[in-house]
């Protein structure tokens, strides 16, 4: 099937979910983002963020004092590893 062939099929189909949305797709509106939604998603960012930085170290420590408990020596890096590339 071609794209214009493609087109005139849905064409109608478009044009009904338009007037079901109230919209219309010929007039251009710019959108603007509000204040409270931009801060909702970037306070979600934020904690996400910081969940994941302090359950990660959370779980670190508790594997450190692990491996000390065992008898196992602990994973340490050294200079020698920040230099492999």
Not at 53 to 80: C, M, N, W
């Amino acid at each position: 099937m071609s794209a214009s062939t493609e087109n005139q099929t849905l064409s109608p189909l478009l044009d009904t979910i338009d007037i079901l949305n109230e919209t219309n797709t010929t007039e251009k509106q710019v959108f603007v983002a509000r204040t409270d939604g931009m801060l909702l998603s970037y306070s979600f960012l934020v904690l996400a963020a910081l969940l994941c930085v302090y359950f990660g170290s959370f779980r670190s420590i508790i594997h450190k004092d692990k491996q000390k408990k065992s008898g196992e020596k602990p994973d340490v890096l050294t200079a020698k590893d920040g230099n492999e590339i």
